[in-house]
């Protein structure tokens, strides 16, 4: 060490001192240890789905660890086979998909056309879709439920797609808006001078510019509707119910299948958690052009 660090390292504080050695090995130990109790919850789901209903009335998962022999397979096939939670998943899949991308079309049109386009009222019109990010989406299902049920979509898989892309729109016209609004006004101006229509420029320059704000709020949008049972309990067909809903059904049903429902609830958790690691890159790129921004 030179003399010159041992003086530097002499004027700094006592705080100062213990914010850098933080900052090395023992700041990473802790966000591991951090990272580790996070999964917990989900090794522990995963362990109980692999085993038998009465290991699992009898004991916490953690025997397995000093007892290997009690993981099976056997409650999976037992989910495979429940006609019930099986057509959940497709059910979730034809509600999360399309209310994904319904919210990402809409979204990045009126984020373009708010950030870039002048007509009238646009400032205004922009608060009031700002203002609708505060209202709960309690105070709506009456009325929603009401007006579904005069149109004829109540209880059924449009209808609760509509629902979700009614309420995830505000949030997503208000990001792609702030995320579109920061582009160069030069590059959008040399498009436009090279002969680029507005669809033009919007397909070419501004989407492509937009990937990682996009894919931020497509995995967001997609974990919120995947997850959701509020909504899919309320407007979802009875008959052929969302995995949230099928899930309560059968804790509803039959008290003894815990097998199924530790299986069921891992299965439906990864697929959100699929679709964030496989996007995660574009995720984490959004969040950085954001706050950079």
């Known amino acids: 060490m030179t003399t010159l660090d041992t003086a530097v390292r002499a004027r700094q504080s006592l705080p100062a001192?213990?914010?850098a050695r933080l900052g090395g090995g023992v700041m990473r130990a802790?966000?591991?240890?951090?990272?580790?109790?996070?999964?917990?919850?989900?090794?522990g789901l995963l362990l109980?789905?692999?085993?038998?209903?009465?290991?699992?009335?009898?004991?916490?998962?953690?025997?397995?660890?000093?007892?290997?022999?009690?993981?099976?397979?056997d409650s999976y096939s037992n989910l495979f086979h429940n006609d019930t939670v099986m057509?959940?998943?497709?059910?979730?899949?034809?509600?999360?998909?399309?209310?994904t991308a319904l919210?990402?079309?809409?979204?990045?049109?009126?984020?373009?056309?708010?950030?870039?386009?002048?007509?009238?009222?646009?400032?205004?019109?922009?608060?009031?879709v700002v203002g609708l990010l505060v209202v709960p989406v309690q105070v709506a299902l009456i009325p929603v439920a009401k007006l579904f049920n005069t149109?004829?979509?109540?209880?059924?898989?449009?209808?609760?797609?509509?629902?979700?892309?009614?309420?995830?729109?505000?949030?997503?016209?208000?990001?792609?808006?702030?995320?579109?609004?920061?582009?160069?006004?030069?590059?959008?101006?040399?498009?436009?001078?090279d002969g680029a229509g507005e669809l033009r420029l919007f397909l070419r320059v501004v989407l492509p510019l937009g990937g990682p704000a996009i894919a931020s709020l497509g995995i967001f949008q997609f974990l919120w509707v995947w997850n959701d049972m509020l909504i899919a309990l309320i407007f979802a067909d009875s008959g052929h119910p969302p995995v949230t809903v099928a899930l309560q059904q059968q804790v509803r049903q039959f008290g003894d299948n815990i097998d199924v429902l530790a299986?069921?609830?891992?299965?439906?958790?990864?697929v959100p958690l699929a679709v964030f690691f496989a996007f995660q890159r574009q995720f984490v790129s959004g969040v950085m052009a954001g706050a950079v921004k």
């Not at 299986?263 to 990864?270: D, H, I, K, N, R």
């Open 151 to 193: 149109l004829g979509i109540f209880e059924s898989t449009p209808g609760v797609v509509l629902f979700h892309t009614a309420f995830g729109l505000p949030f997503a016209v208000f990001l792609l808006r702030n995320f579109f609004a920061e582009i160069p006004r030069e590059l959008l101006e040399a498009a436009r001078l």
């Open 30 to 43: 802790f966000l591991v240890v951090v990272g580790l109790f996070w999964l917990t919850p989900t090794v």
């Open 17 to 19: 001192r213990i914010a």
């Open 87 to 99: 057509e959940s998943l497709g059910t979730t899949a034809l509600i999360t998909v399309p209310a």
């Open 48 to 73: 109980s789905s692999l085993r038998d209903k009465r290991d699992i009335a009898a004991s916490g998962w953690w025997k397995v660890f000093s007892h290997p022999a009690q993981l099976t397979t």
């Open 103 to 128: 919210v990402i079309l809409i979204g990045a049109f009126a984020g373009y056309a708010f950030a870039w386009l002048d007509f009238p009222g646009r400032d205004w019109w922009f608060m009031a």
């Open 263 to 270: 299986s069921g609830a891992f299965l439906s958790m990864a």
